[in-house]
T-cell receptor, first 110, second 114 residues
């Protein structure tokens, strides 16, 4: 099993550009999450999806949109990237109790 | 606001020492608590998960305890090794939270000196 996969691993954007971060899990989990991690800080929740067809805002949703395409895939979109969105983005999925994390996408906005 | 705090932010110990990492949380109504390890530039590896009804969990040289009444968890690492050097993150899922979302502490950066 691949677990949770994320693409791309690295990305550099110019201010105002848009992009979509992809996440997929092969563990048949219902819940999926997007977090961001900034230097010296823990992870903060951006959006989550409790089940296919539902999405909800987390702690820091401004500037982002999400799509739960199907049970496997949960994408994060930046419509107009800003330097404040420079961060490492992690996707996770959850079984009954535990969250499993992908390897992360390192995004730099110049 | 429900918060998770980890102190100290950084810790340096000589190889072979037993050590304790601390995690505190503001609301005792938790669903569970997870300890993660993060190596530089890498993702998160789950180390231990403690359910609300449990007092501790053990895996190899690691032991995590949970005291809900005092809002604390500790991660005990026995006989530390240089390979244990990493950032350790504590994360709490609260009963009131939606979809069992996790709230993270800012981590303790551990360095084990050979």
């Amino acid at each position: 099993n691949a677990g949770v996969t994320q693409t791309p691993k690295f990305q550099v954007l110019k201010t105002g550009q848009s992009m979509t971060l992809q996440c997929a899990q092969d563990m048949n989990h219902n819940s999926m999450y997007w977090y961001r991690q900034d230097p010296g800080m823990g992870l903060r929740l951006i959006y989550y999806s409790a089940s296919e067809g539902t999405t909800d805002k987390g702690e820091v949703p401004n500037g982002y949109n999400v799509s739960r395409l199907n049970k496997r895939e949960f994408s994060l979109r930046l419509e107009s990237a800003a330097p404040s969105q420079t961060s490492v983005y992690f996707c996770a999925s959850r079984d009954g109790y535990e969250q499993y994390f992908g390897p992360g996408t390192r995004l730099t906005v110049t | 606001k429900q918060e998770v705090t980890q102190i100290p932010a950084a810790l340096s110990v000589p190889e072979g020492e037993n050590l304790v990492l601390n995690c505190s949380f503001t609301d005792s109504a938790i669903y569970n608590l997870q300890w993660f390890r993060q190596d530089p530039g890498k993702g998160l590896t789950s180390l231990l998960l403690i359910q609300s009804s449990q007092r501790e969990q053990t895996s190899g040289r690691l032991n995590a305890s949970l005291d809900k009444s005092s809002g604390r968890s500790t991660l005990y690492i026995a006989a530390s090794q240089p390979g244990d050097s990493a950032t350790y993150l504590c994360a709490v899922s609260w009963i009131s939270g939606s979809a069992r979302q996790l709230t993270f502490g800012s981590g303790t950066q551990l360095t084990v000196l050979p």
